[in-house]
Structures are given as C-alpha cells and as structure tokens.
C-alpha cells in the first residue's frame, strides 16, 4: 500500500513523486515506458519564469500574456499562481542541478517565445525538457521514490467515489496486478496520439490516464482544444522548436515572402500556415542568417533533426514545415488542489484541465504548469493520504473485471486490422478535426469513431503470448484513442464559434455572448457518455 502513487514518469509526475516524498511518504512512480522516454523530453524552447534576465519582464506581464492566449477560458486566478511561482519553480530547478544555458554574468538564459511581451523562456539549448527530465528522474532516484517501469495502467479502483489504488499489466510478466494506494496522481501526459502521424508526441501519448479516470467517475473538460505547433519538418512531423523562430527565423512562403508574424500566438501562425499549404504552397522555415556558430551553440538539435529526418542543412538551407498536433489544453477537470471529482485521484500536467491554457497555451508554459502543479499535486496527494489514515483494501471486482477483459481479448475474433484502423484515424482527425473544422467534416469523423468502437470485438491481436506483449497494450491504447476520440468529436461540434485553437471555418467569429468563458464538460452514467457546455465559477 503506497501512501502516493503517481501514474506516469514524465515533469509532472517526477515532480509530484519528489514533492510528496518530501513529506515523507511512500511514493512510487507506475508508467509503461522508463522515465527518460517521456514526452516531457521532447520539450524543446523552455520554461517560463518572468526573470528578467534579457529584457525587462515582470509576473503581471507573464499573467497578461497567459490571459490573452486563453482567450477567456483561463481562470485568472490559477493563472496568477502559476506565474507568481514561476522564480521559485526555477531557483527549485537550479537546487537540483539542471544545467540551464547561461548568460555572461552566469544567470539562466532567457528567449521570447511567441506570443510572449519579453525574453521569458528559460532554456537549456534546444534540449530543455530533456535536461529537466533527466535531473528529476537522477534526484528521484536519489530520495528513494519507487517506479513501477513498464507497468500500463488499465483502471482505477473506486469504491463509494474513493480511489483505492489501480489495476495494471505488469508488462514483463503479462500478469493484470491490484495496487493500493491511499492518494493517486495521475500525469500521465495528454491525447495527440489521435492525430498519429500528424503529431509532435511519441507514439506513447494516447490518452491512457485521461481515458482511464472518466470511467472512474472524473468530469473531462475543453477536450476540443488541441494546439497545432506550427512547425514541425514536413515528412515526419518531427517538432522544430519555437526557439528557432525567437531566434529569428523567418517563415517563407514559396517565393519566398514572408506571411506572417512568427511570434504570434501559435494557433494564428499555424492557421496562416495551413491556410498557404491548403493552397498549395509549400512553407519553410529560413534560420540561415543565424549562421553556423549560433545554431550550433543554441540550436543543435534542430540542425541535427532537420538533416537527419528531412535531407537538409539549415546552416545553408531551408527548412520545409507544416503545423501538426502538438498539446492538448483539455484534460481531466480538477478543482484549486488539483483534485478531480473522484475523492483521493489528484492529475497535473498535459492530463489535467486546470484551467490555466484555456483555448490556446501559451508557448513555454507547459514545462511550467509541470513543475509547478506537478510538485503541488504531488504535497497536496500526500496531505490527503495523511490526513484520510489507512483505506480499506479494495474489493476485488475492478481486478477480476478487467483481468477477465485482458484473457478475452486474446478470444477476439481478429477480423479486422486495429492498426488499419488507428492509421486512418489520425489521417481523418488531421483534414477534419485538426487547424480548420466545419461541422460536416467533425460529424463523418464522429461517425467513423462509432463505427470503430461497435468493431473492437471483431479486432483483437495476433500475438496470444503473455510475456511483454506490445500487440495486447497497442490494442487496450486503440481502445482507449477510440473512448477520447468521441469526447473530443461531440465538444468540437458543440462549440459553434472560432476561439483559439478551435477554429470552425462555418462559424469563423467568435460568440462571446454565447461561448466568452464557458467550457465543454464530459463524464459517464452507467457507461453513457453525456456532455453540457458551462461557465465554471
């Protein structure tokens, strides 16, 4: 029985697991990859803190840009913490040893990202996420924090609206497992792996956590709004760090025009993109006039990546972009202590909606709300395991339902193609739920979902071995993408106006009389998904 049981091992989670543990609780870390392969390692431009290092900067600053991207569905007053906290987060960084860039004088460099008043973004070259990632995971170690690798969460165990712990697969063995727990917070990382192919996120990023909890009985809000990062290479997708465009790169249309502002917010340059694209052009991203030593200094790994991935130099040449799903604002809906509606089941991070994006993230903000919502999710999960003594042990029903559901899938009937399947999703959620939507295009998509969901029995895998059996957990995560792919579809259609990262070309104003400041909710009765539109207090 853990006192804390934190789901996934990405900023959020690691820094929950040493938060918690800091109050001396029993931690553990369950996820189904090892940390360092968490999506918070593919955090390219850094991590926002109104330092003032650069240029004049200050929290009301840093709050103000907040409030604007969000466009009226960020709640001002989590924001205003968020950003207060921003220095501390970054001195708590710097304690533990993350090996920032540095300006002359030795204080943390700083970049503007777009959308951004000031040089905000501290960073560690283009590797940001990836230094803080892997400085967590040493300093987990360290404080003796246990981790469950490669364990893939199925359910959580809930009993009279109280969390009691977990089914999982231990994947090495095949074996389903109860774990009890007297708080849990999941970080378990957000949904675009439903635009798989057509995303920034590793394969991993489908949505487990998020699925898991509104079956749980959590409430899922704003899941429409999915951030679109305008430049990722054109081939694969792979992320092109805004950091490249606050260094002043130039986005170039083909004749090589400039067409945009490149540090607007990112859902206005991504629809200017797609919309030169959709016409035809192509677009590229021009760093040459940053020169050789420059890039090789501050942005290594785009040069690495674009030559790699896309046969291209940018010391010398082009770059050719496209906008691909990158974030997901919505998430699991948590009230001031990060706490859902189900008693004891805290989230942070990409999986959580805290109301602190709103309709478009600010760039450098994500590593922040990690940090930040991460270590007090994590205090506040162990406070409420203290405070609640010991729990019951949970029954056994969770457990032999879905140990029950995991031998039966190994019975069905393997007709059709889940891999098919999840390919065609990400195309179809890419043209008709991806930067421009129109009610046609979201309702045929709704369609397919549906469709896809009555099939799952006439799917199934191939692989029937028990052992590390990749084929079981890709199938539970299709089902999964299927649960959320609903949630978003059904929010998207509701939503008859243009805001932020939602953008409807057959409603292409805003209706702030109608929409100003109200959120899209879903949960389940009895299995039946349901969903109202509401102002939250």
């Not at 001195?91 to 540095?102: A, E, I, N």
Request: with cysteine.
């Amino acid at each position: 029985m853990y006192d804390v049981l934190i789901i996934g091992s990405g900023g959020a989670g690691l820094s929950a697991a040493l938060a918690a543990r800091d109050t001396g609780a029993k931690v553990a870390v369950l996820g189904k990859n090892y940390p360092t392969r968490s999506q918070t390692s593919m955090a390219q431009g850094g991590i926002n803190a109104a330092l003032g290092h650069v240029t004049p900067d200050s929290v009301q600053s840093h709050i103000a840009d907040t409030l604007k991207s969000a466009d009226t569905l960020g709640d001002e007053k989590r924001i205003s913490r968020l950003c207060e906290k921003g220095p501390d987060a970054m001195k708590w960084l710097d304690r533990l040893g993350t090996p920032f860039s540095r300006l002359e004088d030795g204080r943390v460099a700083q970049r503007r990202l777009g959308g951004a008043a000031a040089a905000r973004a501290c960073y560690a070259q283009d590797y940001t996420g990836l230094k803080i990632l892997h400085t967590l995971y040493d300093n987990t170690l360290k404080s003796e924090v246990g981790f469950l690798d490669e364990y893939f969460l199925l359910n959580f165990i809930v009993e009279e609206s109280r969390v009691l712990g977990v089914t999982a697969i231990e994947m090495k063995s095949g074996e389903v497992k109860a774990i009890g727990a007297k708080s849990i917070v999941i970080a378990s990382g957000g949904y675009s792996g439903l635009y798989r192919g057509f995303t920034t996120n590793s394969v991993a990023t489908t949505g487990d956590g998020i699925a898991a909890a509104i079956r749980a009985g959590c409430v899922l809000g704003d899941m429409e709004f999915i951030q679109f990062h305008p430049t990722a290479l054109e081939k694969s997708g792979i992320l092109i760090s805004e950091s490249a465009r606050g260094a002043g790169g130039k986005l170039l249309d083909g004749a090589g025009e400039r067409f945009v502002d490149e540090l607007k917010p990112r859902d206005v340059v991504a629809k200017a993109i797609w919309e030169k694209i959709e016409s035809g052009e192509s677009v590229y991203l021009d760093i040459r006039h940053l020169g050789e030593e420059f890039i090789e200094e501050n942005l290594p790994q785009e040069r690495k990546l674009a030559r790699f991935y896309e046969g291209v130099d940018p010391v010398k040449d082009l770059i050719p972009i496209k906008p691909v799903a990158h974030y997901t604002m919505g998430g699991i809906e948590v009230d001031e202590s990060h706490m859902s509606a189900v008693d004891g089941l805290f989230a942070a991070g990409e999986c959580a909606n805290a109301h602190v994006h709103g309709a478009n993230r600010l760039g450098g903000n994500s590593l922040l709300e990690t940090i930040v919502f991460g270590r007090e999710a994590g205090e506040n999960a162990a406070a409420f395991a203290k405070a609640h003594g010991e729990v019951k042990p949970a029954s056994s029903e969770q457990f032999e339902k879905d140990r029950n559901f995991v031998a039966a899938i190994g019975h069905f009937t393997n007709q059709i193609d889940f891999y098919e399947k999840r390919e065609f999703m990400g195309k179809i959620f890419y043209r008709n739920v991806g930067i421009i939507r129109n009610e046609m295009g979201l309702k045929g998509v709704l369609s397919v979902i549906r469709q896809m969901q009555k099939e799952l029995p006439f799917m199934g895998i191939a692989d029937k071995s028990k052992e590390c059996n990749t084929n079981l957990t890709d199938f539970i995560e299709f089902g999964n993408m299927v649960e959320l792919a609903e949630v978003v579809l059904i929010a998207a259609i509701g939503r008859n106006e243009s805001r932020g990262a939602h953008q409807r070309e057959d409603f292409p104003k805003k209706d702030d009389e109608k929409f100003a400041g109200v959120h899209s909710l879903a949960w389940k009765e009895a299995g039946t998904l349901c969903n109202e539109f509401k102002g939250l207090a």
